[in-house]
């Protein structure tokens, strides 16, 4: 079970970086994982900043899960 965790933990740690690298990169794969384009109606430049924030948040509570 512990094995299944850590798997999880690292998806999410690479989901996170992915959400960091969509404010800075903008490729077909980043533009698909946007927090934004999710759950926006209308997603914009000024939206993108939000993925920085939920990539922080997301990264950060997995790596503090695997600690």
Known sequence: MK?????????????????????FVRTRVTETMRVDAMFMRQPTEQTRPLNLI???????????SLV
């Not at 939920?54 to 997995?62: E, K, Q």
Request: proline share 0%; net charge negative; charged share 5%.
């Open 54 to 64: 939920v990539g922080l948040v997301v990264a950060g509570y997995a790596i503090y």
């Open 3 to 23: 094995n299944l965790d850590t798997v999880v933990n690292l998806i999410g740690v690479a989901y996170g970086l992915l959400l960091v690298l969509t404010v």
